[in-house]
């Protein structure tokens, strides 16, 4: 998942801030599931997706790095503005950083292992993403499913992207089923079927709502949207939303968008799309003024032609959760750090934190 922006390519500034969360909950909101049932269903629901997800794509699952050189260039940067977390490491010589979400990272185990066309692989990836603007949806804890499939050059189409993206949210709806057979008290209701729209379609709709504005307009009439080709510059001269880029291809990446129901608004449940190839990569480092890049080994070793093409993306544990379970806020599903204001909005509503 990401967080709106624009690319920079520069050292991030250092900033201490103390932001109060924006969180809302529903009036007349309660869990129906009670703490411990939240856990059981939070286990059925991560256990099931994933089974339901390798089968879907045929990925099989590969231990991932919690932290990496960041002179590989294989850490995400998502909008380019979030400061990674950095320690050092005495012993290897290095400082190290939390990875940000591992979309480089999977290319390159994928050419590392040899996997070949139709083949990938999928991984849990948990992240610190500091200078999150903590609300209902966000925190600074980030759990995914990262995963990765190499494809071939006849893949890059659109068509392929749809296929991938209507097999993910079968995936989904098809855990919600397994889930209610468990927890029949649970009454998610959820559209199998997917409506493709482009940033740019989506623009030319609703030219006087703000991009967040658009998402839930469209999203509310259609409850399963894939919002594609996001990244690039519209015509308005604005973005729909800011993308790194050196790892999606602008014209063939998207977000998956769910209608939630308790919070009445659209909620993205993964970010993805087909990778970057050379010319791909040229043109967009040049458009975000990235050039710099082009010195890391990943950058190398991809406008090389050594890397293997491939599409791939992060679906959002805790969001998955959230969404399935029916409810209001992230920290019910996920162990975090909040603020104050958060705390007391949740304990006033008598919402159960984890």
Not at 144 to 150: A, G, H, N
């Amino acid at each position: 998942m990401r967080s709106g922006g624009s690319v920079r390519c520069g050292p991030a500034e250092e900033r201490v801030t103390n932001l109060e969360g924006k969180t809302y909950i529903p009036q007349g909101y309660h869990s129906v599931l009670n703490l411990k049932e939240t856990q059981y269903a939070i286990e059925t629901v991560k256990h099931t997706f994933q089974t339901k997800l390798a089968n879907a794509l045929h990925l099989v699952r590969v231990s991932a790095p919690l932290f990496v050189d960041p002179d590989t260039g294989l850490n995400d940067d998502l909008n380019g503005v979030e400061r990674p977390v950095s320690f050092d490491i005495p012993v290897v010589g290095v400082r190290a950083q939390v990875v940000h979400s591992l979309a480089k990272w999977k290319r390159m185990a994928l050419w590392r292992y040899g996997f070949q066309p139709g083949e990938g692989l999928y991984t849990d990836m948990n992240a610190i993403r500091r200078d999150e603007e903590t609300d209902n949806l966000h925190s600074i804890y980030v759990d995914q499913w990262d995963w990765e499939k190499v494809i071939t050059a006849e893949d890059r189409t659109p068509d392929y992207l749809k296929m991938t993206v209507n097999r993910i949210a079968g995936a989904v709806y098809d855990t919600l089923c397994v889930l209610q057979q468990s927890f029949p008290q649970l009454h998610t209701s959820l559209c199998r079927t997917v409506s493709f729209i482009t940033a740019q379609e989506l623009e030319d709709l609703y030219p006087q709502l703000t991009p967040k504005e658009r998402e839930n307009t469209y999203v509310k009439a259609h409850p399963t949207t894939f919002l594609m080709q996001i990244g690039g510059q519209l015509r308005s001269g604005q973005k729909h939303d800011g993308r790194a880029p050196d790892y999606d291809d602008w014209q063939l990446n998207g977000d998956l968008l769910f209608w939630d129901e308790v919070l009445g608004k659209a909620m993205e449940i993964s970010s993805m799309g087909i990778r970057v190839d050379a010319m791909a990569m040229d043109r967009q480092l040049r458009e975000s003024g990235c050039d710099g890049r082009r010195a890391l080994l990943f950058h190398r070793m991809l406008l090389s032609g050594e890397l293997p093409l491939t599409i791939g993306g992060g679906i959002g544990q805790s969001r998955l959760c959230m969404l399935l379970l029916g409810k209001a806020h992230i920290g019910e599903v996920q162990s975090s750090l909040w603020d104050a204001g958060t705390l007391e909005t949740c304990r006033a509503a008598g919402v159960e934190i984890l």
